[in-house]
């Protein structure tokens, strides 16, 4: 098992350029989430998924766009980048949801310019 | 939503000590509160949980205290070693899916 995939690893965008990131988990989990992760802010949930189809909003979904037309995919979409968005994005993936274990990816590293 | 709050943010000890971090929560409704380890340039990892019908859980040197009634639960290391160095998080769920983190704590282990 390759467990939770993500890419890129690193990406600068100019202010006002769009991205996806990427997500791929190969545990057959049924929920998914990404966070972002600022410096001495902990991790913010952005949004999550409990099954293909189903998504919904996080703490700080301002921005981004997510969909889940598979169980193993769960995309992140940043439309018009903007600096506040510079951070490193996390996306895990869970069996159970809200009392399970998640299990991280190991990050995106994001700059916006 | 829930808040959740960490402390320390920062907490040196020597080889050998035990390392204690603390955090609180304000959502009665929360009831699963896990404990993640990351190191630098990787993802989280669970390193052990506790739901809310249990007041404590152990595995090996690292335990996990909850207090319901005053809303805090705390991660207890003993016997520290070098490879426990990493930044800790806390984390809870209330009535939703959703999770809501600690701002962290970051742990060095001095040999």
């Known amino acids: 098992n390759a467990g939770v995939t993500q890419t890129p690893k690193f990406r600068i965008l100019k202010i006002g350029q769009s991205m996806t990131l990427q997500c791929t988990q190969d545990?057959?989990?049924?929920?998914m989430y990404w966070y972002r992760q600022d410096p001495g802010m902990g991790l913010k949930l952005i949004y999550y998924?409990?099954?293909?189809?189903?998504?919904d909003k996080g703490e700080v979904p301002n921005g981004y766009n997510v969909s889940r037309s598979t169980t193993e995919d769960f995309p992140l979409r940043l439309e018009l980048a903007a600096p506040s968005q510079t951070s490193v994005y996390f996306c895990a993936s869970s069996e159970q949801g809200r009392l399970d274990e998640q299990y991280f990816g190991p990050g995106t590293r994001l700059t916006v310019t | 939503g829930e808040n959740v709050e960490q402390h320390p943010s920062t907490l040196s000890v020597q080889e050998g000590d035990s390392a204690v971090i603390k955090c609180t929560y304000s959502?009665?409704?929360?009831?699963?509160f896990p404990w993640y380890k990351q190191e630098l340039g990787k993802g989280p990892q669970l390193i052990i949980d506790i739901r809310s019908n249990v007041g404590e859980k152990k595995d090996q040197r690292i335990a996990v205290t909850l207090n319901k009634t005053a809303k805090h639960f705390s991660l207890h290391i003993t016997e520290t070693q070098p490879e426990d160095s990493a930044v800790y998080f806390c984390a809870a769920t209330p009535g939703n899916d959703q999770f809501y983190f600690g701002t962290g704590t970051s742990l060095t282990v001095i040999p």
């Open positions: 998924s409990v099954g293909a189809g189903i998504t």
């Open positions: 545990m057959n989990h049924n929920y």
């Open positions: 959502d009665s409704a929360s009831n699963y």
